[in-house]
């Protein structure tokens, strides 16, 4: 960390400054110019108040230098995270789909969908059993009878299951999931993050809606810090002003991410856009930024899903799908295994 | 809830939309215009998909009649609610001042912020146990003893107690507690809020960082219709493109929430601007706008504050404040009781 | 124009805003339900201030039915514009690649700059004489001189030119030049939208950092409504909280633009995201949405680019990016002619 | 500006990144610590490219020291700037409010307006004559018979006139104005910042919809460095996610630009919120806030206005908040000449 400090302070006042940072139990390296004065900290600055430092008085500027995340850095771990979730290898050169209705409805129905999306070629099933939704009036998911009906899917198909788990209380009921989603809407939530991490199952990490790229590696972190070191990252829309998709898709965050982390990013188009007719494109284009997946809503009657129909795509609107971003990957050196 | 079919649309495509409304447990109103065939849905329309009926084919646009939420509005509530805390009142014509530091860091030190905070006028005492950080290598809270020592706090000034609640796991330890916060981060957390709203305690409702304000009421509603009435709304700025302030305080929110709930809504102008100096400009406007209180850090030693010191004033700062703010009152017809 | 009028409102009321919209010219046709009356308004609402409508007391909500835009609207020309700049095609099935220097800096430096581009594939050439700089202080461009020496680079190469026009001022000064860019910051600068319709020539529209989709097809009709039918659309990225790209790309404008308007829609990378790592990944996602093309900044010293160097890519790194956009076009259907 | 040498970089790179400063005309101040390098530039860095040397692959991290900005800034100029404009007092201990209808419609309309809002105390009068409509099919303004309605106006009343310029082409039109008001979407709009500039006339520039408040400041160093001091200026709102105002108007602005400028600061309640009656309490908060004044829409008839009369109010409404205004300013330490 670097702090500039003002042409106007005088001896006493930077002394008191350094003083202070050293009582943080940090070194010190002080740089007088002819204009400026500039003092590096030396050591541990993660757990420096950056802003309470350029609040001070005699604070002209504060510069971190490095990343405040660790586990997740690729400075400290240059190779690709390639995560093995029952055979399915998510990260590196492998490309992951994961498909399936937004909200389990029936046994019948997840091992239907489960049984096209596998033909078409994805390589794990989701569906969701507990769903957050914006109102306490719509339907809040199957609970622990969907978790019952997505494991029968698994047994049936041998998809390995992702699912979305909202509290700790049911961590439990998560013991045969395969992997655990955290949605964007608890991408913050700091004591579910550490409870799941302590499971040390593959978590799929949601960007949350207004989420900075730093903030999301920084829950990773929260998550890794227990020990679980398997966490795919998903991009799946951010809130902007723009009304016609319901999130704005932010493609650019898979090369960002590639720069900084070793974790793998699959990329959710169906939650992003809202609008069915978006997923291949969208697909399409996550292929072309270089991300390691694609999360797609499918459904066996979208006329009828009981949550998200809109962005659902039926089986063989998927399966078109799945046939241009397999003559795509090649292109951009992967393959779904 | 008003659906227009497309011109292009025949008799048929309108039939099987009507079917398809009635199976859903509507009535349908249907009119024929010259240009145009509208479909009025009666009934309670809150659990239809609005995304997915726009989605449809023959569909032009569809249109929302009425707020989604229901306990929380004015329409069928339209006197102020007024939460009555150990005394201190909130909402209708009551002006609220809950102050404090962010994190309690010693018993000694949130007795003497109690004090000087209560000389000033202050009506409830703040003070972070659980602490939602970005980084989990950063000061997480004293947890269960800083809820001791705010509770030593109550006993030694009176002043009735607000305090986050991160987590269903530690809902015991806020038993004494008066009011119960809910962070911006957990605002859509809705298991938590169920869990809370099952408590009956009062709770302060922080709006999330990219949250609308009907998201905000809706997650009011989650706690309400757990059979708690008393709920605080609080907005604490908003996140936006603007870097020189943490967040942006979006003020006309007190008025376009006044039109639509009868619940208090106060204002955070420590966190929504990160920054000291704005706090007494922003605690005038927001006394302006018609806020029914405000949430002000203080500290008795910013410099060492262990979180967010920069945005925390220092007793004499807050006094001054709250001379300010007193003198302001009358004018909108407020009064600190 | 639907109007839901408020339960509350009675028989008087709703003649008195029926009468009100007759005033304005409009037809309506009125539909009374047992729990809502819906007005209908028939003939051209496009001038009918719908926020005045909504704050008048009787009203519940109102409605647009069918877009504010006419001859930039897919309804009313259900083809593809296909627009030829002296040989180089854009929209329908072409691919098009505008590259050069963001800055025209010497006649040596844009020729050079235009042969190499051309020799990787690019169908125009681009370059700033007239630069939209935040600061006063810094270099605004050669002006005059710099559109000289793009025509220089034309002769040479037999590439088509396109810059920027910053005001109506210099509109005799482009008469020469192929294609007329309008750039982010005027893209509700309707005065010149106004100007440049009336020169009959292609003109390129930035999307605003902070403009709705809809809001850049209203500006390409102003450009459109003075006569002028060629409008290129550009999406150049958006302004969001992310701070770690410079603004955010919006691809999903592509999909979105294509199923509602005919004009055709490029991409660019460069000043999106102002890194230039980050050009190749983009530039391959913007071919599977499903683009019409790209426009990159090339130069050939991006160390000394007197602008925008760090988005610029140098020429060896362009013929890499055109070598995989050239493998992907044709599982889009498209290529560059 | 303090350049941050990444640890792995060695002695040559370290010496070729200084020779490059050097070429910029800069001096470089090189500081070596244990940890890490860092060069401090020394000179006139404004011209300097900020992500170009971030992009270097030497470089760790770079940080501007001071701002971009000189004639704004207040640092070279402490005192608030206070303008005259025809005996009406802008800045300071003055408080403004300048009001009058969306757009001039008739001479008779126009002076009756301008007649009410100086019986409640308005000290100018505003009205547009040419209107920047999103639609080429609404009202595009009276334009220069526009003009002539206002001069009428001000001769009837005394009232200082303010006035919208969207063109450099009708300069001459305003040679009688005395305050020409830069919209938001020609904030930059660089070319016409300078024409304007030139005039010398109060300019009252207003916030773009996404432009952030350095941005602003160097809009209005393009009036300035022309050598127009008397530069006003006006927050009106910004561009959020949150659908129920039409802007989020951004109060902190105020205190933030009172840091670090000495320019006057005035809020347009009206267009920030789009909603009639959140202009009284968005009003006091403004003043709460510390802004220097206010400019508020005020119709004769706002059912009928020709744009944007859901924002106004008619001058009873006016009246009333001018007279809770008046009450609120001696609190804040502000009185309207």
């Known amino acids: 960390m670097i702090i500039v400090v003002k042409n106007t302070s005088d001896e006493g006042q930077v002394a008191n400054l350094i003083d202070w940072v050293k009582d943080l139990g940090l070194d010190v390296h002080l740089s007088r110019g002819e ?12 757990k420096v108040d950056i802003d309470l430092i350029s609040s001070l008085d005699v604070v002209e500027k504060v510069q971190r230098v490095g990343e405040p995340f660790k586990n997740a850095n690729r400075k400290f771990h240059p190779e690709d995270t390639v995560i093995d979730v029952g055979g399915a290898k998510i990260g590196g050169d492998y490309f992951t789909v994961i498909a399936g209705p937004c909200s389990v409805e029936s046994e019948k129905q997840i091992i239907e969908v489960a049984n096209a999306v ?8 989701r569906g969701g059993a507990f769903k957050p939704r914006t109102s306490p009036y719509a339907f ?14 698994k047994e049936e198909t041998g998809l390995p299951i992702v699912t979305e788990l909202m509290s700790a209380f049911h961590i439990d009921l998560f013991k045969d999931v395969d992997v655990i989603q955290i949605g964007a809407r608890n991408m913050q939530n700091f004591e579910l993050l550490k409870e799941v991490g302590k499971t040390g199952k593959p978590v799929l990490l949601k960007r949350g809606l207004a989420n900075t ?65 978006l997923v291949e494109p969208m697909s399409l284009a996550s292929v ?26 039926n089986p063989e609107q998927f399966d078109l799908v799945m046939k241009k971003v397999k003559t795509m990957l090649p292109i951009v050196g992967k393959s779904i295994i």
Request: charge should be negative; include cysteine; aromatic fraction near 2%.
């Open 288 to 313: 072309g930024a270089g991300a390691d997946g694609l999360m797609i809503e499918v459904h066996n009657d979208p006329m009828h899903a009981l949550c998200d129909g809109a962005q659902s795509l």
């Open 118 to 125: 596998k033909a078409s070629g994805a390589t794990l099933l």
């Open 35 to 46: 204009h400026s004065t500039v003092i590096g900290l030396i050591g541990d600055t993660s």
């Open 140 to 153: 809040q998911g199957l609970r622990d009878e969907g978790i019952k009906y997505l494991l029968k899917a």
């Open 213 to 277: 790229l730093q903030e999301l590696l920084m829950s990773a972190e929260y998550i890794m810090s227990e020990g679980d070191s398997e966490v795919i990252l998903c991009e799946r829309g951010i809130r902007t002003f723009e009304p016609m998709t319901r999130n704005t898709l932010d493609l650019s965050a898979v090369p960002v991410l590639k720069g900084v982390t070793h974790l793998p990013i699959v990329i959710d188009p169906s939650h992003a856009t809202g609008i069915s007719k």
